[in-house]
Nanobody, 124 residues
Framework: VQLQASGGGLVQPGGSLRLSCVAS?????????LGWFRQAPGKEREFVAT????????NYADFVKGRFTISRDNVQNTLYLQMDSLKPEDTAVYYC?????????????????WGQGTQVTVSS
């Protein structure tokens, strides 16, 4: 499975970005949960959000609840992360990932495939 993340960039505090992650080949992720993680310079990778295979279950890290929204389009084979009310501490490389099972999970070890990451910088 190859994952291609995009949509990162430079945004001012309070602004918004929408990350996308396209997976190929299509048939390999429609039955899997998906997730977003991030890693800031000098810090460990951390969980951001996850969504179950049909999108019926989602889970978020406390620090993004109410600001970020994860969604997926299994027809388009794409995972999204809508990020609103961005803060400077959200600055990081964001990675999308495919879980080994269909259930949403926040544990990194439960993910089998990872994208290359997209840089998000929140600064005035």
């Amino acid at each position: 499975v190859q994952l291609q993340a995009s949509g990162g960039g430079l945004v001012q505090p309070g602004g918004s970005l929408r990350l996308s992650c396209v997976a190929s080949p299509r048939r390999t992720i429609s039955n899997n949960a998906l997730g977003w993680f991030r890693q800031a310079p000098g810090k460990e990778r951390e969980f951001v959000a996850t969504i179950s295979w049909r999108g019926g279950s989602t889970n978020y890290a406390d620090f993004v609840k109410g600001r970020f929204t994860i969604s997926r389009d299994n027809v388009q084979n794409t995972l999204y992360l809508q990020m609103d009310s961005l803060k400077p501490e959200d600055t990081a490389v964001y990675y999308c990932a495919v879980a080994r099972s269909s259930a949403a999970t926040s544990r990194g070890e439960n993910y089998a495939y990872w994208g290359q990451g997209t840089q998000v910088t929140v600064s005035s």
